[in-house]
């Protein structure tokens, strides 16, 4: 007699939802009503961004920051996207190192992970210094207010972002 085989019930954790990490953590949205679907728990949500890590990172859409699974899950951050406080050029350097640091320490803690998707991280540091030098550039334009400034800086980062993503 054969013996018969079964079949598993564990369905693949990223399932038709692995985009869920672009922009929320899989388990929480990012506005009311954004996803329809989201992951009951964070150890099922992290589990299923294991398996879409290298897919979400590589999304020609993504634009220049981190897929938001990968702040999450591993911790890598986007301070210069969101600078608190003074957004001068110190502050955004302060912020750009910050972010830079985050990656370094990831490649560190995570080699295997972080050796899956070394392309786009050398992608989102060569995106990070372009936004130090926007900063460096705009702050030094002496007829720039602190408005004006914050104006400028995002939409200079805007700009940068679609023409890159185009």
């Avoid at 085989?5 to 672009?22: I, N, V, Y």
């Amino acid at each position: 007699m054969s013996r018969r085989r079964r079949e598993s019930k564990r369905r693949h954790p990223a399932g038709p939802h692995g985009d869920l990490f672009q922009d929320s953590d899989g388990v929480t949205p990012l506005f009311d009503g954004d996803i329809p679907y989201a992951y009951p728990n964070r150890v099922l949500a992290r589990a299923a961004w294991e398996e879409c890590r290298v897919d979400t990172w590589a999304r020609p859409s993504r634009g220049i920051w981190p897929p938001c699974g990968a702040v999450v899950y591993d911790g890598i951050t986007e301070h210069a996207r969101f600078p608190a406080g003074e957004t001068r050029p110190a502050a955004i350097g302060v912020a750009v190192e910050a972010d830079v640091a985050s990656v370094a320490a990831f490649r560190e803690n995570e080699p295997a992970k972080a050796a899956t998707i070394a392309e786009a991280l050398d992608r989102y540091l060569a995106d990070l210094e372009m936004v130090r030098n926007l900063a460096e550039q705009l702050g030094a334009d002496e007829s720039c207010t602190d408005v004006g400034y914050v104006l400028a800086l995002r939409r200079a980062m805007s700009d940068y972002e679609m023409h890159r993503c185009s």
